[in-house]
């Protein structure tokens, strides 16, 4: 979790496609990546695939089969209808309209760490801004109210283990208890919204769904749950990860911190960077559509395989000295995916780094580590902080 450089340097050198302990295949090099993620000949692992394996009772636990019917698990033309439907949500005109109320929360939270660093001599960031400017970003575009905010946070820290590459059971059991609180919560907050609605994104959304179901109110109110349910969660644990790294990477050698306070002209490169470096996601899956030849190496149709985003950002092919944390670098990365299942979000997250990088910048000139790095849960997947000790 510390350091995984070494973990992404042995899986290079075994090759771009690595046969994997299960069947399928870790993909290491950047560019075989980006042919996965980008290309149509590469499907999401959804319930039909999931039906067809011969051991479909891996599949069943509720917690997966909840995530199974979000857009990240869906193929055409089910994701098509559902992508298009959303439209662009954060196009460059509502980011803009987005920045004054992300400006505000970060000034709050802010506020916050300097409190908490001058009552005890210094202030866990990741608890006290990284995991809450994401949940009051999307929480307030969606209209969640601030009293929801630690319930909705605690049951996605624990929901997120049915996401995981091969969760336990004791994990599934954990997941399958905050999906049964995630739904209870996102329906009660969709019969309360029908009931009153208004102009927000979350009415607009009732008002498209059920014109596109007329008649069938079930149909409806299933897809605004999973789409409700899955944006929300989705931008939580990634954004509050990335914004905790990049401050931890920047933290990790004092001269760094000088000098982007000095040049924040490049707060943007640090936030790339810090996303090629250690990206908030570790792996993703998908399925051939068709048999294939992947980076010299077959792969059959319904064949599993497992893009390693840190390795592959660390390919010295497309990225030189890939270990060496180079804020000047403009190198390339994956870690918003690609093609149609690309980060519905990225532009958020984006933003809300941006603003809380240049609030931080401004108000703590001498921030700085207070412990011998982040706090990470034992994750194969999502990549967690859950304590960044400074001192402000």
Known sequence: MRDPLPVYRAFRELGDVVPAPWGGHFVTGFDVADEVLRGRGWLAPDIAWQERQPDPARWHAPATREMSHTLSRLNAPE???????????????????????????VETLLDDLERESRAHGR????????????????????????????????????????????PTRSELAVSEAATLEMRAYFTALLEHRRAHPGEDVLSDWIRFWDQTHAG?????????????????????????????????????????????????????????????????IWLNSRIAAEDTVLGGVPVAKDGLVHVLFGAAHHDPRRNPDPAAFDVLR???????????????????????????????????????????GPVYVPRLVFRRITSLEVTT
């Open 123 to 166: 202030a866990d960031f990741a608890a006290v801004v990284a995991d809450r400017l994401p949940i009051r970003t999307v929480g307030g575009w969606l209209g969640l109210p601030e009293r929801d905010h630690d319930r909705v946070l605690d049951f996605t820290h624990r929901q997120v283990f049915a996401q995981e590459l091969l």
């Open 79 to 105: 994701h098509t209808l559902r992508r298009r439907a959303l439209g662009n949500p954060f196009a460059r005109g509502a980011l803009e309209a987005a920045r004054p109320v992300v400006e505000e929360h």
């Open 216 to 280: 069938d109110r079930a149909a409806a109110d299933q897809v605004l749950y999973h789409l409700t349910m899955f944006v929300t969660i989705a931008s939580l644990e990634t954004t509050a990860t990335l914004l905790s790294t990049v401050v931890s990477l920047l933290l990790a050698d004092p001269a760094r911190w000088r000098w982007l306070r000095e040049h924040p002209e490049h707060v943007d490169d640090a936030v790339e960077e810090a996303l090629r470096y250690d990206p908030p």
């Open 330 to 372: 403009r190198g390339a990365h994956l870690a918003f995916g690609g093609g149609v299942h690309y980060c519905l979000g990225a532009g958020l997250a984006r933003l809300e780094a941006r603003v809380l990088l240049t609030g931080l910048l401004k108000r703590f000139p001498t921030l700085r580590s207070a412990a011998d």
